[in-house]
């Protein structure tokens, strides 16, 4: 399901704050719908279907949890709903692939038909709350502002997601907790020294292909990198980690994600601070800046969130 909706959002070019907004709806829900389904288990107890039949084939592993109820259905549904809803002419689709998935341990004969049932109906109770909480978040808050004007200030149009930085957070009591303090000035000598290490950068093929790299994924794609940096993780462990603890990893890493989105636009969008190359036309990027203002660096926020998580 991370998969899916990464593939959607890249897709969809869905620009990085609304991105990172979708994923930790999804894997918010999903981390909750395995949660309360495990709660379940602990609860009920009850035999696999082998355990209980052994002329029956399953075609996978056992799973070593409690058969009732599902927690790959509650996974799926919760998943599949929360993505119809943030995509809604792709919703029959997600819909169907969830179905599919939630068939497959029907015929692999590792679920029964009232295992699965159950976690359907968790999966689907767990995406309401998500899809109300989403449609409370600001996210679909109009900018109805203007660019400020003067020495120093970034300068544009159609800004990126100005308002992101307003938007209901997740562990952060409020946008603005960790704003940094201003840049320095700019016609600072700090600035001055910073515009001179700029340019004499001695640039190569090399550090040109890598700074291109990196604003491609580090960048507009800096959440399908650090995505795709996690499954492959997880994959590796090779089992290491049960489905409660495998989707709270996916949670913890979207939310911090998506939390160090609107603080760091928090920030860009009340200094307003300039672009290196708006302030000396001597210094020739090697890409065109992204478009939104310089300080802090987006770059900075998010991949460093996304490290530490991981």
């Known amino acids: 399901w991370n998969e899916i909706a990464v593939d959607a959002l890249v897709e969809g070019f869905v620009t990085l704050p609304m991105a990172a907004r979708h994923l930790a709806l999804v894997h918010a829900a999903i981390d909750d719908a395995v949660a309360a389904a495990y709660a379940e288990k602990q609860r009920f107890q009850r035999p696999r279907p082998q355990e209980v039949d052994p002329t029956l084939a399953a075609a996978l592993p056992t799973p070593k949890s409690s058969s009732y109820p599902s927690d790959f259905a509650a996974a799926a549904s919760a998943a599949a709903d929360v993505l119809g809803y943030l995509f809604p002419s792709r919703a029959v689709e997600f819909s169907a692939r969830a179905e599919e998935a939630m068939r497959s341990r029907l015929v692999a004969a590792v679920e029964y038909p009232s295992d699965v049932a159950a976690g359907r109906e968790i999966g689907r ?9 989403g449609k409370a978040d600001g996210s679909d808050a109009k900018w109805a502002g203007s660019i400020p004007e003067g020495p120093g200030k970034w300068r ?43 340019k004499e950068f001695p640039r190569t093929p090399k550090s040109n292909h890598r700074a291109v790299y990196w604003e491609v994924f580090g960048g507009a794609r800096a959440y399908a990198l650090w995505n795709e940096t996690a ?14 603890a495998e989707a709270r990893i996916l949670a913890a890493l979207n939310i ?13 969008y009340a200094y ?8 000396d036309p001597e210094l020739k990027p090697v890409f065109p800046p992204p478009n939104h203002p310089s300080y802090p660096a987006a770059h900075g926020c998010l991949s460093s969130a996304a490290a530490t998580v991981l």
């Not at 159609?158 to 700019?186: K, Q, Y």
């Not at 499954?231 to 409660?244: T, V």
């Not at 307003?272 to 302030?279: D, T, V, Y």
């Open 125 to 133: 109770r767990v995406a309401s709350l998500a899809i109300a909480r």
């Open 156 to 198: 544009g149009s159609n800004p990126i997601a100005p308002m992101a930085g307003t938007w209901r957070t997740w562990v952060l009591s409020r946008p603005d907790e960790f704003r940094p303090p201003a840049p320095p000035a700019f016609d600072s000598e700090k600035t001055r020294a910073d515009l001179v290490e700029l």
């Open 231 to 244: 499954r492959l993780k997880l994959a590796e462990s090779r089992g290491g980690f049960d489905a409660p």
């Open 256 to 268: 911090a994600f998506y939390d160090a989105v609107v603080a760091c636009w928090d920030a860009k």
């Open 272 to 279: 307003w601070h300039i672009r290196p190359s708006q302030l």
